[in-house]
């Protein structure tokens, strides 16, 4: 059986940042692209970013939304079955729960939320102002 955990959460103050982790167990992620969404409360989940798979140790591709774009950076250690999101400069709208999510198929970066078949139970960041 599949499971995402994610790690890392918590409350920060604006400017600061975090770590979160997505290990995966179960099954190996190397051929598996990998992704970010997080969800505000009262409004729908959102793409944060994604991370492509990486044949033969090449180096990934990596999708950003505008809004994390040059503040937040995913990566993966296929080696741990984990993914990362380094989240600097956070602002109060980056408050959320944050997903870990696998898509098996494409194996691009990708935004689309229905594309990923695995998803964990997310991790809180609250940022404040």
């Known amino acids: 059986q599949v499971q995402l955990v994610e790690s890392g959460g918590g409350l920060v103050q604006a400017g600061d940042s975090l770590k979160l982790s997505c290990a995966t167990s179960g099954h190996s992620i190397d051929t598996w692209s990998m992704g970010w969404f997080r969800q505000a409360p009262g409004k729908e989940r959102e793409f944060v970013a994604a991370?492509?798979?990486?044949?033969?140790?090449?180096?990934?591709?990596?999708l950003y939304a505008n809004s994390v774009r040059g503040r937040f950076i995913i990566s993966r250690d296929d080696a741990k079955n984990t993914v990362y999101l380094q989240m600097n400069s956070l602002k109060s709208e980056d408050t959320a729960a944050y997903y870990c999510a696998a898509d098996l198929d494409s194996r691009l970066a990708n935004a689309i939320a229905a594309n990923y078949d695995y998803w964990g139970q997310g991790t809180q960041v609250t940022v404040s102002s």
């Open positions: 991370i492509s798979w990486t044949p033969g140790g090449s180096t990934p591709g990596e």
